[in-house]
């Protein structure tokens, strides 16, 4: 771990409560993407309403991307969580299940996964980071979450997401949970690859039985697959966004290191710490944000280092629940999909390269 990383972490033993700007919210109801309505209970609204839940509504889930030349529509954590909450309410899981499905994506740094390009010693690290999940729980501790559970009946414990017991929550790709159905749906709908309807027709089709999430119609399950795949090549591991993730979180270094931004403030919002960096005179980090501007062309004069990347295979193979009762990948049922699926996964094998800023 870098000395960067290890700062932050003793850092987060101090309380950080006190740096988070949050905003009061009195509703005890909210919609996922698919307009159905969610009803919060009261002791659940007292984590709804927790600073930690509050900070999510300004934190994209997109990160960068929504706030540099692509402007990606936006997208909230704070949307997400609410949205995994109501699918695992939906299909009858433990109420455990429930909150740590809501609570999952509380300890994210701002701008969602950049904190991954941060720590990651390399650029090809990244996918396989996961900085948010190390500190989830020490994260709730220190801010102070248990007190807020204890009405609930539960335990900081309760909310580990890795425990391997919340099977509707989270499992590993090819396979569909609760976190990536939601994410999938919604990105779909704010890139316009999908209406409305269309996700409400996926939700209504989404079965979850014995610990495996499956559909009934293969054409619902391909059209939600097929967002996966378009997503991994187009968006989450396209070339651009790669560029733009990697120059963003060179500016934030930059920034911490002249204490132009503080360890405490990579917990606040994407507003506060966007703002002290584009305020910046610093022509390390002017650079490094016009190169995110201009994410997959050079700037005139400047040096290079080009690094070849891997991005991560996102791909969803969801199971289908065929006429006998039996579950089959959408692979297996699906020729033209299969077709697609692999050409998708061979080409986040062979990777591509990125230029980076020399500076």
């Not at 729980?137 to 009946?153: I, M």
């Not at 939601?182 to 939700?203: M, P, W």
């Not at 097929?226 to 997503?231: F, N, Q, R, V």
């Amino acid at each position: 771990m870098n000395k960067f990383a290890k700062n932050l972490l003793l850092l987060l033993g101090l309380s950080v409560a006190t740096v988070f700007c949050w905003k009061q919210w009195n509703a005890a109801s909210d919609k996922a993407i698919w307009g159905e309505k969610i009803e919060f209970s009261a002791a659940d609204n007292k984590v709804v309403q927790s600073h930690v839940m509050q900070r999510l509504k300004d934190i994209d889930q997109s990160g960068p991307a929504h706030y540099m030349a692509v402007k990606i529509p936006a997208f909230s954590r704070y949307e997400h969580s609410v949205g995994v909450f109501a699918l695992l309410k939906k299909v009858g899981v433990s109420k455990k299940e429930q909150i740590a499905g809501l609570l999952h994506d509380a300890s994210h740094t701002v701008f969602s996964h950049v904190g991954d390009y941060i720590w990651a010693k390399d650029i090809n690290d990244y996918a396989d980071e996961s900085f948010q999940n190390s500190i989830h729980l020490k994260y709730l501790h220190e801010n102070k979450l248990e007190d807020v559970l204890k009405l609930l009946d539960m335990s900081l414990q309760d909310m580990d997401v890795e425990n391997g017991q919340y099977k509707a929550l989270e499992q590993s790709l090819p396979d569909m949970c609760a976190d990536r159905i939601q994410y999938n749906i919604h990105t779909g709908v704010i890139l316009g690859k999908l209406s409305k309807t269309e996700a409400n027709d996926i939700a209504s089709d989404l079965h979850f039985e014995d610990g495996r999430w499956f559909f009934t119609d293969p054409q619902i399950a391909k059209k939600f697959a097929e967002i996966s795949l378009y997503c991994t090549q187009n968006f989450w591991g396209a070339r651009w966004n790669t560029s733009m993730n990697i120059h963003f979180s060179n500016a934030l270094k930059r920034a911490v290191d002249l204490k132009l931004l503080t360890m405490k403030d990579i917990f606040t919002t994407d507003a506060e710490v966007l703002k002290k960096v584009t305020e910046s005179d610093d022509e390390v980090i002017k650079l490094n944000l016009q190169q995110c501007e201009q994410p997959v062309s050079r700037i005139p004069g400047k040096s290079y280092k080009t690094e070849f990347f891997k991005p991560k295979f996102r791909g969803v193979n969801p199971l289908v629940k065929d006429k006998s009762g039996k579950l089959r990948r959408l692979t297996e049922l699906d020729p033209m999909f299969r077709n697609y699926y692999e050409s998708v996964k061979k080409w986040c094998d062979e990777g591509f390269e990125i230029d980076i800023l020399q500076l």
